[in-house]
Each structure stands twice: as structure tokens, then as C-alpha cells.
């Protein structure tokens, strides 16, 4: 199944789910040159971002002058991919990236990965290692993590609930918040919330099996830098480099910002 991407160019579709829970997710497939050794990419977004952001952009565009392959997507109820949005849940996502994961392997022979994950695509990063381990044949080679938000329903969302929040996801189902990234709010449901309990990956040590990049930007206000450094000290790998950026925001995408995300990324696919 094909269709057009926001970027006019041609977008295939996988089926994720079946019955009620079935929705079409919207991929980018780039295949790696002949005899190209490098490890595939891998992007898993943030929330409410897509595959045509900038920073997904980007890496394609590094996977293409290193002769690698790439795969960015686009989460249910994100971007050109099928679903609604409020029915979204880690979970969910998740299902849908590893089911991506899975496509790019049968399809261009993506079996050794490097993830790049920002903020709650750092999350599911987390969670796809831990899935992957314990049932398939492809390898992750490396993480990247861009202003990472693991367990950010649990520990950024509910602790500074206020009462009128609180109200809303008990008689609504959900609550909605000003986003200065957009002129519409970020809707956060008490499906999402509940579902982050199960998901949650700051329990324990995180045994990842890869080295782990992590970068953060200390002029952060949605992801405080603290959150990189408790991450840091559940990764349980001696390979765990975390670079703070001082003037850096959530996002991420300055230049000089995307240059180091790059570096990072090169440097894994590499295996160096």
C-alpha cells in the first residue's frame, strides 16, 4: 500500500492490529548501497512530531551519503499514518515501531540497527531493546537519545497534575495544555497515563546491551537535564556517553545541535 507523504514524496504503508485495533502506519524506507557494512537507522519520534521533522530529515540524509539504510515512520495519529490520537498509548506505539523495525529487516535487510529516539521516542527506544532481546534476530547496535523522556507520564506529567488537570482526566478522560511548539495543545489521556505505569523502564537498571549517546540540552523546559542524569545512572553498560548541551532547548535542532546528533549517530553506525 502506497500513497504521498507531506513532502509529496511516495510513502508505503504497513497494517498494524487487527479488527477495531487496526490501523495503517505510514513508512519511509531507504535502502543501503551495495556491500554497505555501516549499521541501519532506525528514528523514532517524539510526541506529536513526525517523520518529517527536521532532525528526522537530517539523519536520513546522513544514512544517504554513508551508504546505509534508513527507516522513519510515522506513530498512529501522527503525521500520514492512520488512527486516531487520543488512542494512542506507549503501548501502541510501541507495537507500531517494532512492527516497522520488523518490516525494514524483511524489506532492506535492516537487521543490525542503531535508534535514534527523541524525547518520548527515547522511551520506546527503552522498551523496543528490551522487546527485541527476547525475540528476534536483529541487533541493536546502538542508541541514541535526544533530550530522552522515559516514564515521562509518571515522572513529568502526573507529580505536577493541578486540580482542574486532575478533574478533567477523571470526568473527560483526558486534559489538554498549551504547547509553544504549535498553535494546538498537547492532549494527554488517562489512557496514556495508566498505560506509562506498565511501560515504565526507571525501576532498575537498564541493561540495553549497546552503547548509549545521550544528548540534552540544559536550557531544556520540557525535560529537565536531571531526568538525562537519573536515566544515566539506570543504564547499566560501561559504554554510556551523555553530552549536555548549555544552551540547548527540547527540541534540539540548531545546527550545531544536529551536528553532534549526526556525530553520535556516524560514530555508532560505525561501531566505533
Not at 161 to 182: H, I, K, N, V, W
Request: glycine letters at 12%; a negative charge.
Amino acid at each position: 500500500m502506497t500513497g504521498t507523504n507531506d513532502n509529496g514524496q511516495a510513502a508505503e504503508f504497513i497494517t498494524v492490529g487487527t479488527g477495531e485495533a487496526e490501523r495503517h502506519i505510514a513508512i519511509a524506507l531507504q535502502s543501503p548501497a551495495a556491500g554497505n557494512g555501516l549499521a541501519h537507522f532506525v528514528w523514532l519520534g517524539g510526541y506529536r512530531s513526525d517523520m518529517s521533522g527536521t532532525k528526522a530529515v537530517e539523519l536520513a540524509g546522513l544514512a544517504a551519503r554513508l551508504g546505509t539504510g534508513c527507516l522513519r515512520f510515522d506513530y498512529s495519529g501522527h503525521g500520514a499514518s492512520g488512527g486516531a490520537f487520543v488512542d494512542g498509548t506507549i503501548s501502541r506505539w510501541l507495537e507500531e515501531s517494532l512492527a516497522a523495525i520488523r518490516h525494514a529487516a524483511g524489506a532492506i535487510g535492516a537487521r543490525r540497527i542503531v535508534l535514534v529516539g527523541s524525547s518520548m521516542g527515547g522511551w520506546i527506544a527503552l522498551r523496543a531493546v528490551a522487546e527485541l532481546a527476547r525475540q528476534s534476530d536483529i541487533e541493536i547496535t546502538g542508541l541514541v537519545l535526544i533530550a530522552p523522556a522515559p516514564d515521562f507520564t509518571s515522572e513529568l506529567i502526573e507529580p505536577n497534575l493541578t486540580d482542574t488537570e486532575r478533574t478533567a482526566l477523571a470526568e473527560r478522560g483526558q486534559f489538554e495544555e498549551p504547547t509553544p511548539y504549535g498553535p494546538d495543545p498537547n492532549i494527554y489521556t488517562l489512557k496514556l497515563i495508566e498505560d506509562g505505569r506498565k511501560n515504565r523502564v526507571l525501576t532498575g537498571a537498564i541493561e540495553t546491551g549497546c552503547p548509549v549517546h545521550i544528548l540534552q540540552g540544559m536550557a531544556d523546559p520540557d525535560v529537565p537535564y536531571s531526568h538525562a542524569v537519573r536515566l544515566m545512572e539506570h543504564l547499566s553498560g560501561d559504554d554510556v556517553v551523555l553530552t549536555m548541551i548549555r544552551d540547548g532547548d527540547h527540541r534540539l535542532s540548531r545546527p550545531q545541535d544536529i551536528a553532534k546528533i549526526l556525530e553520535a549517530a556516524e560514530t555508532l553506525a560505525r561501531g566505533q
